[in-house]
């Protein structure tokens, strides 16, 4: 059985965060939140990782991470570009990418292993990694059978704005029924409520499990998404804010029993950044997490 491959989101622009946030750092040893992903990753067991970026943060990329990476794990590059389409659905009028379940498609000439995807500025946790490592060591690469890590809402929201998650539904032996994606979470007075298709903001349980875009797929995931983007782009190639979400293509394999995923538990903590306000409470987690000497002072020395 291959290594696992580890694919990371990280081709987003950052309109809330008000910059390139998979490049800021968030230690005084100058450490992103993707960094120590990727270490994580590498104890767990993972042989590559792929970034997905635009061509405009290329050299910002590479310059940040081949030195210190080299020698430790394989690295591949693609892009996600928004005339990256059939050309009888390409629009001149298009300003916005079209999602990360578009951008998890620029990976597929590259991962031919059981591969993970992760978002560039989450911060997941070691025995995240650990726990869905080993989960995809075990699954046929030419079944049907994916994963994800599940997290509790409550501690995945931001104290400063809105945030996106994917709301799931859970059978009594784990695995998943069905999937959501809802664009605006929000705390208000004290509860938690998510706008709904009609602008109403609708309460939502703080207990509910949802997905942080950690999924564990096998290879057949590109080709059930690919035809799946091609019926939203018939459906959507004209409206300027459109996005295909991960989610939206698990829900419709799971709905649709075209194939599994198990939800996955793990103790990790996560935490994110989504607003300039979530950097310092990130910052002084990850100081926490070095001082009990969970991840070391230096990471890649």
Request: contains cysteine; aromatic residues 12%.
């Amino acid at each position: 059985m291959s290594k696992p491959t580890l694919v990371v989101l990280a081709a987003g622009i950052g309109s809330r965060y008000g910059g390139l946030k998979q490049l800021d750092t968030f230690s005084e040893q100058g450490d992103t939140i993707l960094d120590f992903s990727i270490y994580d990753a590498i104890r767990a067991g993972f042989g590559k990782v792929v970034f997905i970026i635009r061509k405009s943060i290329e050299d910002d990329f590479k310059a940040f991470f081949n030195k210190k990476l080299e020698g430790k794990i394989e690295i591949e590059y693609v892009f996600q570009e928004l005339d990256d389409i059939p050309e009888r659905f390409k629009d001149n009028d298009r300003q916005k990418p079209w999602g990360t379940g578009h951008a998890l498609l620029m990976a597929k000439n590259v991962v031919k292993e059981n591969f993970a995807v992760i978002n560039a500025d989450d911060f997941y946790g070691r025995e995240a990694f650990e726990v869905i490592a080993e989960a995809l060591t075990k699954i046929d690469k030419n079944s049907n059978n994916f994963n994800m890590m599940g997290y509790v809402l409550k501690n995945t929201v931001s104290s400063y704005g809105s945030v996106s998650r994917g709301e799931c539904k859970v059978d009594e032996k784990g695995f998943l029924t069905g999937i959501t994606e809802r664009t605006h979470v929000e705390k208000f007075d004290g509860a938690l409520k998510f706008k709904d298709d009609n602008g109403e903001m609708v309460p939502i349980s703080e207990e509910t499990i949802v997905s942080m875009n950690f999924f564990g797929f096998t290879p057949k995931y590109f080709e059930i998404s690919e035809s799946l983007f091609e019926q939203f782009l018939e459906e959507n190639y004209k409206e300027p804010k459109a996005e295909f979400f991960i989610p939206l293509a698990v829900n419709h394999v799971i709905v649709n029993n075209i194939a599994t995923m198990e939800v996955l538990k793990s103790d990790a903590s996560w935490f994110g950044v989504t607003y300039k306000e979530d950097k310092e409470y990130v910052t002084s987690e990850i100081q926490k997490l070095k001082d009990k000497g969970i991840y070391p002072k230096n990471l890649w020395v």
